[in-house]
């Protein structure tokens, strides 16, 4: 879970051949070691092996088959873990965003996992991504300051749900979720 919480403020780079598109990860979910509700939770599989690799890989899954999620794994090579990234504040690429997207709304625009992955061009190839090297998609520092974080039960999962594993930046307005769980 503390990677959950250290991913808050770091930014998400997309260098693809439309553009670069970017975003400060706002909202977090940690999915640790033993949990119910985790994709890692039924072992070691072929399409969840990026799971089991160690911390700062991408895994990219397809989500009900309509959308992608993006996750960090987050623990040491072969246990499986990791966090789902469910917002950012759009920083660069805002127009390749909005055309992704089809919206001119900024707020909308990565607010959401499915969104999130869809503004950043995100799909199964870049499942398995070192993330700590410059690549197709990588992570940075950020140095605009972190707001306080705040944590919440996470949102539309049915085991292990009254967890608190849900972390985001409080008062941001790119913040998924309902208000009540935002106000926390």
Not at 56 to 67: D, E, I, K, L, T
Not at 110 to 118: E, M, Q
Request: one cysteine or more.
């Amino acid at each position: 879970m503390e990677m959950a919480r250290f991913l808050i403020g770091k930014i998400v780079v997309r260098e693809h051949p439309d553009g670069r598109a970017s975003g400060r990860i706002v909202e977090t979910e940690a999915y640790p070691p033993g949990d119910a509700s985790g994709h890692a939770y039924g072992g070691e599989t072929p399409a969840r092996r990026s799971l089991f690799l160690r911390p700062g890989h991408g895994y990219v899954y397809m989500a009900y088959g309509s959308c992608y999620c993006f996750n960090v794994s987050s623990e040491p090579a072969g246990v499986g873990a990791g966090v789902l990234i469910r917002a950012l504040e759009p920083l660069e690429g805002i127009a390749l965003m909005q055309r992704r997207r089809g919206t001119d709304t900024l707020r909308d625009l990565a607010r959401g996992p499915g969104r999130l992955a869809a503004a950043l061009a995100i799909g199964r190839d870049l499942d398995g991504i070192d993330l700590c090297v410059k690549g197709p998609l990588w992570l940075a520092r950020s140095a605009l300051p972190t707001g306080a974080v705040a944590s919440s039960v996470r949102i539309g999962i049915s085991r292990e749900a009254h967890r608190l594993r849900r972390f985001h930046e409080r008062g941001s307005p790119f913040v998924s979720g309902t208000q009540r769980l935002n106000a926390r």
